[in-house]
């Protein structure tokens, strides 16, 4: 049976996009060439360009590794730390 994929909405293929183009700005602030980011993160020259697209099916963990190369690893800690929806609900169902 072929497997099958979900479609990615259109605002979070925008996300990626945006995270891709902020990963290669902080990279060239760096001067890190491709090469060696690439090297850097042990993956190829082609998906490093293909993650500075925000292309959807780099895994997670291929965008962690470019955070930590940039010295950004610590920013996604902050991801989901404040659930304010998920307190309100929460505090809904105490009430």
């Known amino acids: 049976m072929p497997k099958k994929t979900l479609a990615i909405f259109p605002t979070a293929l925008r996300q990626l996009a945006d995270l891709g183009e902020r990963l290669r700005l902080a990279r060239r602030r760096r001067s890190i060439n491709t090469g060696l980011?690439?090297?850097?993160?042990?993956?190829?020259?082609?998906?490093?360009?293909?993650?500075?697209k925000g292309d959807a099916t780099i895994a997670?963990?291929?965008?962690?590794?470019?955070?930590?190369?940039?010295?950004?690893?610590?920013?996604?800690?902050?991801?989901?730390?404040d659930d304010v929806l998920g307190q309100k609900l929460q505090d809904l169902r105490l009430k």
């Not at 690439?38 to 293909?50: H, N, P």
């Not at 963990?61 to 902050?78: E, M």
Request: no cysteine; net charge positive.
């Open 37 to 52: 980011f690439a090297e850097r993160m042990g993956v190829s020259r082609e998906t490093l360009r293909r993650l500075e």
């Open 60 to 81: 997670m963990g291929t965008y962690v590794r470019a955070l930590r190369v940039l010295g950004l690893d610590g920013d996604i800690d902050a991801v989901g730390r």
